[in-house]
């Protein structure tokens, strides 16, 4: 299967501060990312998407950057807030397949 | 703002019991899904179908089973409940078949097997 990961499972930040949740996917073939956010008791909810004709998309308070020279995505999120503590998780699908990989998961905890 | 509602938030039942899951989605999407989400393993595909009686088997289909007599609607079928599929179930749904636009989720259905 495919294997999407992040690189550290726990982030604690200041608020105010700007977080940095990274993500490595493995699928050369993969075209389409998406990051989540994930609150207690809660769905994954839908924070932002980036194609691999891009390299940096922004919405707001957070930007994607992809790299795929080295297969790597990152979400940055600007300011954070007490209300961003969640777990954050990315995906990776394609124009040709119909399902996505999910990575684990990173727990951001945004200390007031 | 697209809607994804599973009847229960949690669930309890007994081993050996049938156990059905419900899912409804309001944006007339062709693409459904069930997961399930256990802690350091992140979402893993069950089953998906991308249309009205449509289904194919994810990565760990075996136990379970599903339903799609309707478009808006997508179950998920516990033959035979065990307490290793004690779990949480997610739904999802997408407008296209292909995995190249976001897929919008429930809030999840936490299930006990006893």
């Known amino acids: 299967g ?15 501060d700007n977080s940095i949740i990274n993500c490595a996917y493995s699928n050369s073939a993969s075209d389409y990312f998406i990051w989540y956010k994930q609150e207690s008791g809660k769905g994954p909810q839908f924070i932002i998407d980036i194609r691999s004709n891009m390299d940096k998309r922004q919405g707001q308070r957070v930007t994607v950057l992809l790299n795929k020279t080295v297969k790597h995505l990152s979400l940055q999120i600007a300011a954070t807030q007490p209300g961003d503590s969640a777990v954050y998780f990315c995906a990776e699908g394609s124009n040709t397949g119909n399902q996505f990989y999910f990575g684990t998961g990173t727990s951001l905890t945004v200390i007031p | 703002d697209v809607k994804v509602t599973q009847s ?41 179908s991308y249309d009205v009686k449509m289904k194919e088997k994810g990565d760990i289909p075996e136990g379970y089973s599903v339903s799609r007599e309707k478009k808006e609607r997508f179950s998920l079928i516990l033959e035979s409940a065990s307490t290793n599929q004690t779990s949480m179930y997610l739904c999802a749904s997408s407008l296209y078949r292909f995995s190249n636009q976001p897929q919008h989720f429930g809030d999840g259905t936490r299930l006990s097997i006893l």
Do not use: A
């Open chain 2, 8 to 48: 229960s938030r949690y669930l309890v039942k007994r081993t050996g019991e049938k156990v059905f899951l419900e899912c409804v989605q309001d944006m007339d999407h062709e693409n459904m899904f069930w997961y399930r989400q256990d802690p350091g393993l992140g979402l893993r595909l069950i089953y998906f």
């Open chain 1, 2 to 16: 495919e294997s999407v990961g992040l690189h550290l499972p726990t982030l604690s930040v200041q608020e105010g």
